[in-house]
């Protein structure tokens, strides 16, 4: 077989179609990510997500006042999806697989367009292997989302540049304007938008440059509009994230594996996109902007903002992926030579490497190890089992303990009585609920209270402090405790 009849099978329309570049990686995340989807328990800030898309638009409306206004349309498409879905742990956590094997479908578009079928494929499918990919996929959180929103804004830019159309554009305004919605920290891609629009205008008269850039400038300027109300109420929220610690050289140089969920993954992946820098200047260039504007611009205005944060830069895992397809195929190239087979096999050997070095984290993001929680489920499940009509039920330690047990019990028949209860959250337009000052009065004539703690100690009940300990120790006495990880249920009667 000829050169040329190789060449021609590596690019077979068969496989560069569409359907085949878009559809492999989608399906291939939603295999890999799909697996254990419900696996895990709930962490607190899917707890957050939850709560937030069960109340009332009123209810949720007067909580964004003070609270979490930059997750607004997230938690609005949320409230519709429960409506219909239900709020299971898989249930909550389906829109962010489905978004996740989109953006594995529109990395491997974009990387068709930069770089041509073979990458663009090797992009998607390496993107869907990497065990970040699968955590955020399998959470009820805006940032597999996030992902989708940047880069298919990225690709519609190409798109309007390639042959412009003023529905092209309109597109393109729509992408920015939901990227920043999802997250306002992903507007920094616009910095990487930059660069095919210089390519485009770089050599041409200065009045033929304003009339061939002022299409993306409008457009981006409209995106920019609708988001900026958003922008404005975030900042006036901005000390909500001041529990985000300065970062330090050491969090920096975590950051690439951060990124890519396992240090052995970013390796590999740094070091093909470092070859992949060498594969085309201005994909180097747009993709270089894409992964290195978010962080820096972290680091800079980390006094103000405090934003360096990795959940908050994984919109730029499809730009690591994509420069890493271009290095593979490099390799490849070097490898094969022009034979398709060889070729292939080498993509092949990279993608099972990145699979088998993920392996672990893998199996850890499907556990209730990713944020070393209390466990919140199995003292639910115990709760639930054991509680009898008019039984209360006492918070103490965590304190967004509340909120994840009201998850774990919310089908819970009969459901212990939160007798400490002053004023519900959504009353108080907050996430926490406000408790009775006089614990003693509160508590009533109720003769069985399951205090869930996660205080340590032998004596449990002794640990609760202030008026509610005192309340507790005046009428009850421990009958029973059950230990779970990082929290107790210990089962109070009354002592007279």
């Known amino acids: ?170 597109a393109y305004a729509l992408a920015v304007a939901a990227t920043g919605l999802s997250h306002l920290v992903a507007l920094t891609v616009l910095v990487a938008h930059a660069v095919p629009v210089l390519r485009e205008t770089r050599r041409l008269p200065h009045r033929e440059v304003l009339r061939r850039a002022a299409p993306w400038a409008a457009a981006t300027g409209a995106g920019l509009v609708v988001v900026a109300p958003m922008a404005y109420l975030g900042s006036r929220q901005s000390g909500q994230i001041s529990w985000i610690d300065e970062p330090t050289w050491a969090g920096v140089l975590k950051l690439p594996a951060n990124l890519a969920g396992s240090v052995a993954v970013a390796a590999v992946l740094l070091v093909l996109a470092l070859i992949g820098v060498t594969a085309g200047r201005w994909p180097a260039l747009l993709l270089g902007a894409w992964v290195l504007t978010g962080p820096l611009l972290a680091l800079a205005t980390f006094d103000q903002f405090q934003l360096f944060f990795f959940r908050y830069l994984l919109y730029t895992v499809p730009a690591w992926v994509l420069l890493a397809a271009a290095g593979t195929l490099r390799v490849a190239r070097a490898v094969g030579g022009g034979r398709a087979p060889a070729r292939a096999a080498a993509v092949a050997v990279v993608l099972i490497t990145v699979a088998v070095l993920g392996l672990p984290r893998q199996q850890m993001f499907r556990s209730d190890l990713v944020e070393d929680e209390h466990g919140f489920r199995d003292a639910g499940a115990f709760v639930a089992a054991q509680a009898a009509p008019g039984d209360g039920i006492v918070f103490d330690g965590y304190r967004h303990l509340r909120r994840a047990m009201a998850y774990e019990l919310r089908d819970a028949d009969p459901r212990p009585v939160d007798v400490l209860l002053a004023q519900p959250a959504q009353e108080r337009g907050s996430y926490a609920a406000a408790e009775c000052r006089k614990p003693a009065e509160c508590l009533g004539d109720v003769r069985r209270v399951w205090l869930v703690t996660t205080q340590g100690g032998t004596d449990p009940l002794r640990r609760v402090d202030g008026a509610r300990g005192a309340a507790l120790r005046d009428r009850f006495v421990v009958a029973r405790v059950a230990q779970f990880h990082r929290i107790r249920v210990v089962e109070l009667v009354a002592s007279r």
């Open 1 to 170: 077989m000829s050169r040329t009849a190789r060449l021609h099978r590596w690019n077979d329309p068969r496989l560069t179609s569409t359907p085949v570049i878009a559809g492999l990686p989608a399906l291939l995340t939603l295999l890999v990510a799909g697996i254990g989807l419900g696996g895990r328990q709930l962490w607190r800030d899917e707890h957050a997500s939850w709560w937030a898309a069960m109340l009332s638009y009123p209810d949720l409306i007067e909580l964004l006042r003070s609270r979490d206004v930059v997750f607004a349309p997230y938690y609005g498409g949320l409230h519709l999806w429960t409506a219909v879905f239900g709020d299971s742990a898989p249930a909550l956590r389906l829109p962010s697989l489905l978004w996740m094997a989109s953006a594995a479908a529109l990395v491997a578009l974009l990387g068709r367009r930069l770089y041509g079928a073979p990458t663009g494929l090797t992009a998607g499918l390496l993107f869907a292997l990497l065990p970040i990919v699968s955590r955020y996929a399998a959470e009820a959180r805006p940032y597999a989302q996030v992902i989708a929103l940047t880069t298919a804004s990225s690709l519609l830019l190409l798109r309007a540049l390639e042959r412009p159309s003023r529905l092209r554009w309109v």
